[in-house]
Nanobody
């Protein structure tokens, strides 16, 4: 079982930035397609960004141009750089191996003035 541990969340003002990290252990990280999801209170979890093992990326329309997903296979870590944050980005953020039921514990992001 691969263990995923997210970090980097916090409280930030609108327009601010955060970088989330997800460290993986217990598997062969480099072969996994990875995703960042978020879930706001009362809403369904949605896939925000994904990155393939080869480095190809994809984003939900609401974060295009503001968020960047990346990975460092040497560190077994996937990142989510979030810029120009908006109040509607407030949510719990979770990383996962795409197509699996393997989730981290999540990290909370709150965007508020």
């Amino acid at each position: 079982q691969v263990r995923l541990v997210e970090s980097g969340g916090g409280l930030v003002q609108p327009g601010g930035s955060l970088r989330l990290s997800c460290a993986a252990s217990g598997g062969i990280f480099s072969i996994y397609n990875m995703g960042w999801y978020r879930q706001a209170p009362g809403k369904q979890r949605e896939l925000v960004a994904s990155i393939t093992s080869g480095g190809g990326t994809n984003y939900v329309d609401s974060v295009k141009g503001r968020f960047t997903i990346s990975r460092d296979n040497a560190k077994n870590t996937v990142y989510l750089q979030m810029n120009s944050l908006k109040p509607e980005d407030t949510a719990g953020y979770y990383c996962s191996i795409l197509g699996s039921m393997n989730w981290g514990q999540g990290t909370q992001v709150a965007v508020s003035s």
